[in-house]
């Protein structure tokens, strides 16, 4: 087993990061920018080393000085967590060339399913059901698939440069439009074309898979309360399937990542409407929704990618998988609840929920200044129930016993959206929060 692991990120992943490398003995390497002098990962890991600036390109992208750091601590692998470095293929080629083992799949994996359209590619020769579209962007396969079509890039991420296109008058723009948008953002132009889903879910699988051949899941996220194509709250298990399309889309999703010989944890995220599932993309890292699955099958995810990366085989089997009561994941951001307006400043007053079900993943505690310069999640609150009506209401004491002084954050929206009928239904799909937020924007401006 690794001795010391460096953590390549910030925020609540790199305390998530820590907190199961010191429960296996392992020692920890944080590292930081600038910014981060006095942040909670820096504070708890055993050693910690300044990489550059606060701006992730000097810093937590910085690539020669996250080695450097490696070298300098005797680090022997590295962990990358989500976002930043997590699904750059020569990060973990580089990573594996001065010796460093890297926590996750291999270079040429991440290399394939990074490219979106090389993955429902090798996906779909494997069997997987995939989103009708095209290999690039065609006009005719536009009216093949008929529209309304989306046109994204083949490799965004993010929610980004996606465009719906209505009618065929359109589409030469908008192409026009994602092409560039996608080489701005992207370095990569290519962009393809989807059949546009009126009311699909997103519903994704959570894979595992050692270097013995030895592959399972963990079952399903329903990540479809979204804005913007990002997600802000997930469950699981997925208020739509039953227990018979849970076992068929997950035999097939793990036969078809032992063909691969993928290593590792990863998901497929699939869209799901009238009972069929549309294959979308392939995600090779840990995902921040991943304590829903843990809450559930009582798995450490963080633990088996370590276990997984030091050449340990899993030492179980799909029917050794037990998957138990309900979980539920809110995206706390410091953002305004309203208007998604980015909140900074000092947390005055800290006080996160407890008791029986309840988990906070957080790098908050009082007196922390919010940098300007990363993402806005400042908290993952999860909720666990026996079922999902206790899951519910575990989830609104929760939400009304946290404090968080000082910033706006996105709290008094997900105790809005635990009172609706349709969310308590579990009768959503991914365009239903905007909607919702609409009309939540309307109530606030009657009463103001
Ligand atoms: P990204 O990698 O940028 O997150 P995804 O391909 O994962 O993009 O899609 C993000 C979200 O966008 C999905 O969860 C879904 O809500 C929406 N979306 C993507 N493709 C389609 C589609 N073909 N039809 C309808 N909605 C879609």
Partial sequence: MFEKILIANRGEIALRILRACHEMGIQTVAVHSTADADAMHVRLADESVCIGAAPPRASYMNIPAILSAASLTNASAIHPGYGFLSENPNFAEIIEEHGFTFIGPTPEHIRTMGDKLAAKAVLSGLGIPVVPGSDEAIEDIAE???????????HGGGGRGMQIVTAPKDLGAALAMARTEAQNHFKNGAVYLEKYLMTPRHIEIQILADTHGNVVHFGERDCSIQRRHQKLLEEGPSPALNADERSEIGAMVTAAIASL?????????FLYA????????????????????????NVDLVREQIRVAAGAALGYRQNDVHLQGHAIECRVTAENPMTFIPSQGRITDYHPPGGLGVRIDSALYSGYEIPPYYDSLIAKLIVYGRNRP?????????????????????????????????FVNGTYDVHWLERFVDVEEQRAKIRA
């Fill in 390 to 422: 206790e899951a519910l209401m575990r989830l609104r004491r929760a939400l009304d016993e946290y404090v968080i002084g000082g910033i706006e954050t996105t709290i008094p929206l997900f105790q809005s959206l635990v009172a609706n009928k349709d």
């Fill in 261 to 269: 010989g993928y290593r590792g944890v990863g998901t497929l995220e």
């Fill in 274 to 297: 009238d009972g069929k599932f549309y294959f979308m993309e392939m995600n090779t890292r840990l995902q921040v929704e991943h304590p829903v699955t843990e809450m559930l099958s």
């Fill in 144 to 154: 093949d698939i008929g529209y309304p079509v989306l046109v994204k890039a083949a």
